[in-house]
C-alpha cells in the first residue's frame, strides 16, 4: 500500500516536472531521486511515462537542439557536450545533430555569430579582435578549422608591414644593392 501511495507521488512530480518543458529520461530519474523516491517507485514512473509517450529521448534531443540553435546558435560540439550533459545515448546524439546539422549550415551560424560580436566590438588592435573572436566561436562550439575560415574572412590579417613598415634606403644604400647585383 505504501509503495502504491510512492508510486503515485513519483508519478504526480514527474510529471509536474515535465509542464515547463520536454525533459529527457536520465533528467527525470535524477530528479525523482532528488526527490527522495526509492528504485522501484522510480522504475515504475518511467515506465509510466514513457509507455503514454510523456518522454521520448529523441524528441526531446530533436527539440532541445533546434531550440539552442535556433536561439543560441551553438556549433555542433557545443550542442553534442549538452545534449551528453542531458544523459542521453550516443546514437541518439549522433543521429540529433546530423539531422540537424544538414537542417541548419553550420557555416552560416559561425558567420552570423562572428559578425554580431564584431559589431559590439570595440577594440582597435586587429589581432586581439582576432583572438577574442577565435576563442568566443570557440566556445560556441565551432569546429577549429570553421572558426580559422570566418576570422580570416572577417579580419583582415596583420602583415608585418603593417605594423613595422621597413625604412626606405638612402640613396647611397640603393646604389650599393644594384651594384653588389651587377657583380654577381
Sequence with gaps: MLDKE????ARKSAIRYLVYRDRSRNEIVRHLKEKGFSENSTDETI?????????????????????RINNKKLGRL?????????????????QTLNTLYEEYDESKLAMACAKKKLESSSSSDIEKQRGRLARFLDRKGFHTSLVYQVVTQLVPHVTSNDVDPSPQLTKNQQHKTMTSCDQD
Aim: aromatic share 10%; no cysteine; glycine share 4%.
Design 6 to 9: 510512492e508510486s503515485k507521488k
Design 47 to 67: 515506465a509510466f511515462l514513457e509507455d503514454n509517450d510523456y518522454i521520448n529521448d529523441p524528441r526531446f534531443a530533436m527539440q532541445f537542439g533546434r531550440s
Design 78 to 94: 557545443r550542442l553534442e557536450r549538452e545534449l551528453r550533459d542531458k544523459g542521453l545515448e550516443a546514437s541518439i546524439i549522433e
